[in-house]
């Protein structure tokens, strides 16, 4: 398989269920990010990590846990979510350790709705 | 910190038609600039970015962007719109001096008419 692929595709999940995201990239980069994409608002960048050690958090709620065992995989681990956490959870990679001349890779997605 | 605005929500054009999306950016230097689709059900794709040198970039499926300074704007433009382009397009821009991270646009909406 190539590029980056995320799963599952499509989530729901009760305000009190724990699940995870799984990302995966083929591409042999060294950093990869999750997103957060609501319908009309820009793409909100929650976590970049770097040779597996995170780099950024964009004031992510302690409901979502990263985790990131190696440079390939990536996941993101839910739990006591709100409704407004609703969303497609984007995946995303780059090849160096990041830079603003990096162009990232998407995966398609997880539609997440939370009830 | 740099920003970036896409001021049309959604655009409607024919199939065949010329297009033109456009993408303001905020930054005191020249930026790193890109521009990515979406397409239903998918992840973003990269369609062009601009780092230096010549401000007509060309990209992939026919597009090309135009870097003007002087207006701090890099619009997307097509000749010859296909019912396969109707997608969402996202604008970016890097900072050269300080965040790595790209900042994204909201988005245009493209829906294209037979």
């Known amino acids: 398989e190539t590029g980056v692929t995320q799963t599952p595709r499509h989530l729901v999940m009760g305000m009190t269920n724990k699940k995870s995201l799984k990302c995966e990239q083929h591409l042999g980069h060294n950093a990869m990010y999750w997103y957060k994409q609501s319908a009309k608002k820009p793409l909100e960048l929650m976590f970049v990590?770097?040779?597996?050690?995170?780099?950024e958090n964009n004031s992510v709620p302690s409901r979502f846990s990263p985790e990131c065992p190696n440079s390939s995989h990536l996941f993101l681990h839910l739990h006591t979510l709100q409704p407004e956490d609703s969303a497609l959870y984007l995946c995303?990679?780059?090849?160096?350790?990041?830079?603003?001349?990096?162009?990232?890779?998407f995966g398609p997605g997880t539609r997440l709705t939370v009830l | 910190a740099q920003s970036v605005t896409q001021p049309d929500i959604h655009i409607t054009v024919s199939e065949g038609a010329s297009l033109e999306l456009r993408c303001n950016y905020s930054y005191g230097a020249t930026p790193y600039l890109f521009w990515y689709v979406q397409s239903p059900g998918q992840g973003l794709q990269l369609l062009l970015k601009?780092?230096?040198?010549?401000?007509l970039v060309q990209g992939i499926k026919g597009f090309e962007a135009e870097f003007k300074r002087s207006q701090s704007s890099f619009n997307l433009r097509k000749p010859s719109v296909h019912w396969s382009d109707a997608a969402e397009y996202f604008c970016?821009?890097?900072?050269?001096?300080?965040?790595?991270?790209?900042?994204f646009g909201r988005g245009t909406s493209l829906i294209v008419h037979p």
């Open positions: 601009y780092f230096s040198g010549d401000t």
């Open positions: 995303a990679s780059s090849p160096t350790s990041g830079g603003a001349a990096d162009t990232q890779y």
């Open positions: 990590y770097n040779f597996k050690e995170q780099t």
């Open positions: 970016a821009v890097g900072a050269t001096g300080g965040s790595y991270i790209p900042t």
